[in-house]
């Protein structure tokens, strides 16, 4: 036999009773519609309380225009265009030293790069 759930009989936070229709409880919530507004509220104001703590938002979607596929494409055929071209293990290897310096050198691949938020985890 499955057992029934019980609906709750009043607000968690503030203690007002559900009216016969219900229509004073948020669905799905034991709360009231003011506390469940309340908490809404607060939640967002601790969202964008982290997203500024955090530097998360606009500078990271501002630096990351740049390294979109689409945005990419001409650059990609022609790195494509000089692959093709490499056919000794010396031309490839030049290849790549040269593209190692050109990634190392890239400021602001490296600042995206290092604009990502790691928390270090403490044990």
């Not at 057992?3 to 709750?8: D, G, H, L, N, V």
């Not at 997203?51 to 998360?56: A, P, Q, T, V, W």
């Not at 979109?68 to 790195?79: D, E, L, Y």
């Not at 040269?98 to 403490?122: A, C, F, G, V």
Request: net charge positive; aromatic share 8%; proline share 1%.
């Amino acid at each position: 036999m499955g057992r029934f759930k019980q609906i709750s009989k009043s607000c968690v936070k503030c203690g007002v009773e559900w009216n016969e229709t219900l229509s004073n409880k948020q669905k799905c919530r034991a709360l009231c519609i003011a506390c469940y507004e309340a908490e809404g509220i607060e939640r967002r104001q601790r969202k964008t309380k982290y997203d500024r703590e955090h530097k998360i938002g606009m500078d990271r979607t501002e630096k990351y225009k740049d390294y979109k596929v689409a945005n990419r494409q001409p650059f990609w055929t022609a790195i494509n265009k000089e692959i093709r071209l490499c056919k000794s293990r010396e031309d490839i290897r030049a290849f790549v030293a040269k593209q190692m310096d050109r990634i190392l050198s890239d400021q602001q691949l490296m600042d995206y790069i290092n604009d990502t938020n790691i928390i270090e985890k403490t044990k």
